[in-house]
């Protein structure tokens, strides 16, 4: 009985953290998302808000972000 008192929390907690992982990734992985801030880094570039450096660290890690969210879109469509 107080176990299971005990690990209510616990399990609550583990529960939570589950759920704030599934959005930070259905965040992080949303292929639309990332679309819309390629584009926007694109433009900032162009309009020389940002630096050549920036731009591409930024764009090699939205295009990895990417390419694991269509494959993650083609696993859930398996």
């Known amino acids: 009985m107080i176990f299971k008192a005990l690990a209510f929390p616990l399990k609550s907690i583990i529960l939570l953290g589950e759920k704030i992982k599934e959005e930070a990734d ?12 390629l584009i926007r880094l694109q433009m900032m570039y162009e309009l ?31």
């Open 26 to 37: 259905r965040v992080l992985f949303d292929s639309k998302s990332i679309e819309q801030q």
């Open 48 to 78: 020389g808000e940002i630096s050549q450096d920036i731009y591409e660290q930024q764009e090699e890690e939205l295009l990895l972000r990417y390419q694991v969210a269509k494959a993650k879109e083609r696993e859930a469509g398996s």
